[in-house]
Nanobody, 129 residues
Framework: VQLQASGGGLVQPGGSLRLSCAAS????????IGWFRQAPGKEREGVSC????????YYKDTVKDQFTISRDVATNTVHLQMKMLKPEDTAVYYC???????????????????????WGRGTQVTVSS
C-alpha cells in the first residue's frame, strides 16, 4: 500500500484544517492508519489513529478535543479534521500504517514511539498569525 498525505497549509490561531491520507495499492492486509506529527527540534509523536474493522478511534490526550479522525471507505482515505489550532500544532504531519502482523495497535500509536513500515510524505501545517 502507498499513502499520500495532503491538506496542510498556513492557518491562523483558532483556525481549522483537514488533512487527508489517501491509500492506494493493495490494502487488504492493512487495517489501521495513524497520524503523526513532528515539530522542529522535537520527536515525532502519534496524534490519532483509526481501526478499519470497527471504526474505533484513538487520540493523544493533548489533541482529543481538537482533532477528529475519520475514514471514507469509498475513496480509501483517512481524514484528520483539526480545529482550534494553536501555534504549538505547527509540525509536519504524516500518516502511516503497517501490515496486520506487524501492527502495534492504535493505543501504542498515540501513546508511545512505534515503528511502522509504510509512511506517506508529510504535509506541513503552520499555525501563525
Amino acid at each position: 500500500v502507498q499513502l499520500q498525505a495532503s491538506g496542510g497549509g498556513l492557518v491562523q490561531p483558532g483556525g481549522s484544517l483537514r488533512l487527508s491520507c489517501a491509500a492506494s495499492g493493495s490494502s487488504l492486509d492493512y487495517y489501521a492508519i495513524g497520524w503523526f506529527r513532528q515539530a522542529p527540534g522535537k520527536e515525532r509523536e502519534g496524534v490519532s489513529c483509526i481501526e478499519f474493522s470497527d471504526g474505533a478511534t484513538y487520540y493523544k490526550d493533548t489533541v482529543k478535543d481538537q482533532f477528529t479522525i475519520s475514514r471514507d471507505v469509498a475513496t480509501n482515505t483517512v481524514h484528520l479534521q483539526m480545529k482550534m489550532l494553536k501555534p504549538e500544532d505547527t509540525a509536519v504531519y504524516y500518516c502511516a500504517t503497517d501490515r496486520a502482523v506487524m501492527w502495534p495497535g492504535c493505543r501504542a500509536v498515540v501513546s508511545g514511539p512505534v515503528f511502522l513500515a509504510t509512511w506517506g510524505r508529510g504535509t506541513q501545517v503552520t499555525v501563525s498569525s
